[in-house]
């Protein structure tokens, strides 16, 4: 009888070890996009070829929340893991934002994209220890200052009510800097925000301006990139030392083809959404080169702000090497 037992519950191991892990993620971009049909694909191509041992559950267009919603449930184990961006990776660890500090690369976004890629080793390993494996970073993109009213000029843009994620530090540093209004918003709110004059300006890249359909809203954006954006995509420590290291690495693999693949795609999508919003009516405004030279300045006073507390002086430093 006992040997029965003993079998019946070996059986029930084994069925339980050949068991699918399914990885439950989700993502701020909408269906239709770019960004989400290479998720599709990576998901479908990571079941094919694990043999269906590893799935990947997709929440896209932010159904599952905010990126801070996302990232709480996944640390009650609702989730499993998201595509973040700059505030909430912020949260995860503070060099994350390292690149993204305003004015590092101006219009030069391959200086940039080369930085995020030499960072990547250090900033894995600093993602590993919060609790997160990272299976590749994004390009997000130059981020653009847009509004509802029209502004010049920096001094301009004094008391204007700009939107930022709440707890930002980066955002609030820079907001404090030019002195605007910082109103807090999730970043769902921000549409209606900006008809309704809760907020008169925001800030993104052109691929998110459009897909969060801000164009219908805007009517100025000042052409001068405020800073780099990345984002990544993390899957919870917990999670993946469930999945078989044969599968890992064939999880990776395919992963860093299709984050390659989405990152080319943001390239093309950004310039071609300038072109796109350009021919939607949405005015374009050049600020003067007296303003333009006053951004190093600006960097600077942020870097002494941050420097320390938010982000470390050895992130600072590689960044450094790279502008």
């Given at each position: 009888m006992k040997a029965l037992f003993g079998l019946f519950i070996l059986s029930l191991l084994c069925s339980f070890s050949a068991q699918a892990i399914t990885l439950k993620i989700a993502a701020i971009a909408p269906e239709g996009t770019n960004w989400a049909k290479t998720i599709k694909k990576m998901s479908k191509e990571i079941k094919k070829e694990t043999k269906g041992k590893v799935k990947v559950k997709v929440y896209y267009g932010g159904v599952a929340g905010d990126e801070p919603d996302v990232l709480r449930k996944i640390r009650v184990g609702q989730l499993h893991g998201g595509v973040f961006t700059g505030k909430t990776l912020g949260d995860?660890?503070?060099?994350?934002?390292?690149?993204?500090?305003?004015?590092?690369?101006?219009?030069?976004?391959?200086?940039?994209?080369?930085?995020?890629?030499?960072?990547?080793?250090?900033?894995?390993?600093?993602?590993?220890?919060?609790?997160?494996?990272?299976?590749?970073?994004?390009?997000?993109?130059?981020?653009?200052?847009?509004?509802?009213?029209?502004?010049?000029?920096?001094?301009?843009?004094?008391?204007?009510?700009?939107?930022?994620?709440?707890?930002?530090?980066?955002?609030?540093?820079?907001?404090?800097?030019?002195?605007?209004?910082?109103?807090?918003?999730?970043?769902?709110?921000?549409?209606?925000?900006?008809?309704?004059?809760?907020?008169?300006?925001?800030?993104?890249?052109?691929?998110?301006?459009?897909?969060l359909q801000w164009q219908s809203k805007i009517k100025y954006l000042v052409n001068f990139p405020i800073a780099y954006s990345t984002g990544a995509l993390l899957i919870s420590?917990?999670?993946?030392?469930?999945?078989?290291?044969?599968?890992?690495?064939?999880?990776?693999?395919?992963?860093?083809?299709?984050?390659?693949?989405?990152?080319?795609?943001?390239?093309?999508?950004?310039?071609?959404?300038?072109?796109?919003?350009?021919?939607?009516?949405?005015?374009?405004?050049?600020f003067s080169k007296k303003d333009l030279k006053r951004a190093e300045g600006i960097r600077a006073s942020l870097l002494k702000k941050l420097e320390g507390k938010m982000i470390s002086k050895k992130a600072i430093n590689l960044v450094n090497k790279n502008r």
């Amino acid at each position: 009888m006992k040997a029965l037992f003993g079998l019946f519950i070996l059986s029930l191991l084994c069925s339980f070890s050949a068991q699918a892990i399914t990885l439950k993620i989700a993502a701020i971009a909408p269906e239709g996009t770019n960004w989400a049909k290479t998720i599709k694909k990576m998901s479908k191509e990571i079941k094919k070829e694990t043999k269906g041992k590893v799935k990947v559950k997709v929440y896209y267009g932010g159904v599952a929340g905010d990126e801070p919603d996302v990232l709480r449930k996944i640390r009650v184990g609702q989730l499993h893991g998201g595509v973040f961006t700059g505030k909430t990776l912020g949260d995860i660890d503070g060099d994350t934002r390292a690149n993204e500090i305003p004015f590092n690369f101006y219009l030069n976004r391959e200086k940039g994209y080369k930085s995020l890629k030499e960072l990547a080793p250090y900033l894995n390993k600093k993602i590993e220890k919060k609790g997160f494996k990272n299976l590749g970073f994004y390009e997000v993109g130059q981020v653009y200052f847009v509004s509802t009213k029209k502004v010049e000029s920096i001094a301009q843009m004094q008391g204007i009510k700009i939107w930022s994620w709440e707890g930002d530090e980066l955002v609030k540093a820079m907001i404090d800097e030019l002195k605007l209004v910082s109103i807090p918003l999730a970043l769902p709110d921000v549409l209606s925000s900006l008809s309704t004059g809760i907020i008169d300006a925001a800030y993104a890249p052109p691929l998110g301006i459009l897909a969060l359909q801000w164009q219908s809203k805007i009517k100025y954006l000042v052409n001068f990139p405020i800073a780099y954006s990345t984002g990544a995509l993390l899957i919870s420590n917990k999670r993946w030392k469930r999945v078989k290291p044969e599968y890992q690495a064939i999880v990776e693999k395919i992963a860093k083809k299709y984050i390659d693949k989405a990152n080319e795609y943001a390239v093309a999508d950004n310039t071609q959404g300038l072109e796109t919003l350009k021919s939607m009516g949405v005015k374009f405004v050049e600020f003067s080169k007296k303003d333009l030279k006053r951004a190093e300045g600006i960097r600077a006073s942020l870097l002494k702000k941050l420097e320390g507390k938010m982000i470390s002086k050895k992130a600072i430093n590689l960044v450094n090497k790279n502008r």
